[in-house]
């Protein structure tokens, strides 16, 4: 059978094509009998528009690029920040009909495979995610001219409207915690420091180290379980001692768990832990975590929003959303 065309419709509703063309495309110039008449004949005959000839007239693709500055090896691993944010990105995105382009860039020349595309008309809007140091994408699509925001504050010195939480001032709560609660050797294991997420959570543990005169005790990790481990048994090394340790992500946290425990000390008896993200796996860790909850789903979606804002011309300025401390009996 032929597919039914838009001829065929405007035909069925007795109204010329330029009206029915418009009705399809969401016009709100029609009459509304008319735009009743022309959706009735749309389902008569199971009419589907041909969304390359919509895209030509609307001038929207109704895409919306996801572009993941990681390799796939860490974007679809063990670490539920990714899975999250993608998926509440794509549900946000679902209530006004438009859908997800999933792009890996973890590499230059990812980066320029991305940068083609983008050029290339392909979308309407980025979304960026997971930016590492002088990450050139931020700067690159700008000058596209194409509507781009940020998950998270980026490194590089470029005007994009930007969604992130309050990384320096939930790190802060979480040693202000350990400090109020008597600890004194206060170690941390920083993020990856080419990332604003790794640098602003260290600059929190700092910042009331500073004022509570104690010393900092610093390993860096890079998110991942393993490097949580490995950076705890280092601080064990640098300082025997030690009675806590803030954790700038949950997943090192874990990792960090399992190297006190190898290590014979009890947590949170010789070594309370405390660290961020809240996620699911922190209720059930063993003592279960005390964290700094990080909205990761409704960062994501905040995103969105403000993406589908700038299309309207709306806003560009930064939301930064408030983190929030779950007492466990990690600490």
């Known amino acids: 059978m032929r597919r039914p065309t838009l001829e065929a419709v405007a035909a069925r509703a007795g109204v010329s094509r330029a009206t029915a063309s418009r009705v ?30 919509r895209s030509l007239v609307t001038q929207r693709t109704d895409s919306i690029a996801l572009v993941v500055s990681e390799p796939g090896t860490r974007v679809f691993s063990e670490d539920p920040m990714f899975s999250t944010a993608i998926r509440s990105a794509s549900m946000e995105l679902e209530t006004v009909n438009k859908q997800v382009v999933l792009m890996l860039a973890a590499s230059a020349k990812g980066h320029a495979r991305v940068e083609r595309y983008i050029a290339g008309g392909h979308v309407d809007g ?55 609660r008597g600890r004194r050797r206060i170690a941390t294991i920083a ?3 080419d990332m604003i997420g790794g640098q602003d959570r260290l600059t929190g543990y700092r910042n009331v180290l500073r004022d509570s005169d104690l010393r900092s005790i610093v390993a860096v990790g890079d998110f991942t379980r393993e490097s949580g481990a490995i950076a705890m048994r280092q601080l064990l090394r640098d300082d025997p001692e030690l009675d806590a340790v803030f954790v700038a992500n949950d997943l090192m946290a874990v990792g960090a768990l399992q190297s ?23 209720k059930y860790t063993e003592p279960p975590l005390t964290t700094l909850r990080h909205p990761v789903a409704e960062q994501a979606a905040a995103m969105v929003r403000l993406l589908l804002g700038l299309f309207e011309g709306g806003a560009a300025d930064p939301v930064i959303m408030p983190t929030e401390l779950v007492v466990r009996e990690s600490a």
């Open 260 to 282: 006190l425990r190898q290590a014979g000390r009890r947590v949170p008896d010789d070594v309370a832990v405390v660290g961020f993200d809240d996620i699911e796996a922190a």
């Open 126 to 180: 980025v979304m960026l995610i997971s930016m590492h140091g002088a990450d050139p994408l931020p700067a690159a699509l700008s000058r596209l001219r194409v509507p781009v925001v940020s998950y998270g504050r980026p490194a590089v010195p470029v005007d994009i409207p930007y969604v992130d939480n309050d990384n320096v001032g939930g790190a802060e709560t979480g040693v202000r915690h350990l400090v109020e």
């Open 24 to 53: 399809v495309n969401g016009q709100t110039t029609v009459a509304p009998q008319i735009r009743d008449a022309v959706l009735r004949a749309i389902d008569e005959l199971g009419y589907v528009p041909n969304p390359a000839a």
């Open 191 to 193: 993020g990856p420091q």
